[in-house]
């Protein structure tokens, strides 16, 4: 993705120097910086606190992350130690669990299949999200206008994204798409990394409260949903960001379609149904307070919620697989309840 003229990716890795390079999300959108990250404890600890974040973004970056750990240290217990650590760090996105077996069984055999290995995690997402472009801009019509929640764009992967992929697809087939971007509290990743991405990409689009989402589509102003996905069970249910329910149930109450982006690294043949993905609950804190600069740019904190009550905070939720029309995958557009089969065979 270009950013000031250049070219990024959202996380990379230098072996040489083991450093591991990613863009600080926590930043975005007021200031864009880089990070680097000496050792694996420092990557996890980013991924911890979503300087990166994002299914594709977080398993590219824990893939690098336990190959710093081979390169510092090849010992069975240290990169054992290290496996535990990175793996610590957030337990819904299966990408992340997908590359640190990868990576650490590909350490096993030697140093150098480990940093291999890494590589191979983040230029598979790249070039999967690339895919998921290509065939979800099959189901976009010129001129649609597309809802999508939290950030499933280029900052959530590699490169490309996978909810967005197809509106960049569609945009450079000229079909001018114009993205609905849910808010997404409580850390607001659709107001403020989505509109980001798009702004940037010169793509037409307005934030929206999340709670205005039925509004629209009662008004007939939305023709599809594209979201992401942290993980798919079996039976095709889906986990991701926390809200992601609501917009399903609604779009189906309203016979608009919804569509879930995400490469087969998402997908999660262990896990029978929903009921079985674990749920990160995050702090409280994300939802009581907001970060964000005054209008002179200072940036600031504040407390949006009235003093001495608590709040909860489930990061995620599992749409079911009858609210959902197709999921985009790197190999095709697949119905739920058919991915096992299509993703062992095609
Ligand atoms: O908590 P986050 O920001 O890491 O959330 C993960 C996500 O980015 C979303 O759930 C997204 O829609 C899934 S695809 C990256």
Sequence with gaps: MIVNGEHYKTVWYDPDTNIVYMIDQTKLPFSFEIVELKNYRETAHAIKTMIVRGAGAIGAAAGYAMAQAFVENDEVAFVQKAKEVISGTRPTAVNLFYAVDKVFNAGRISVSEAVKASF???????????????????VIKKGDRILTHCNAGWLAFVDYGTALSPVYTAAEDGKNPFVFVDETRPRSQGARLTAWELFHAGIDHRIIADNAAA?????GDIDMVIVGADRIAANGDVANK??????????SHFGIPFYVAAPSSTFDNDCVSGAAIPIEERSEDELLYHTGPTRDGIMTEIRLASPGSKGLNP?????????????????????????QEKLRTT
Excluded: H, Q, W
């Design 120 to 138: 191979e995690v983040a230029e598979e997402d790249e070039k999967n999200s690339k895919l998921i472009g290509e065939f979800g801009n099959e």
């Design 215 to 219: 509004f629209y589509m009662n008004k």
């Design 242 to 251: 926390i809200g992601t329910l609501g917009r399903a149930i609604i779009a």
């Design 315 to 339: 990061a995620f939720d599992v749409t079911p697989a009858s609210l959902i029309t197709g999921i985009i995958t790197e190999k095709g557009i697949f119905k739920p309840g058919e991915l």
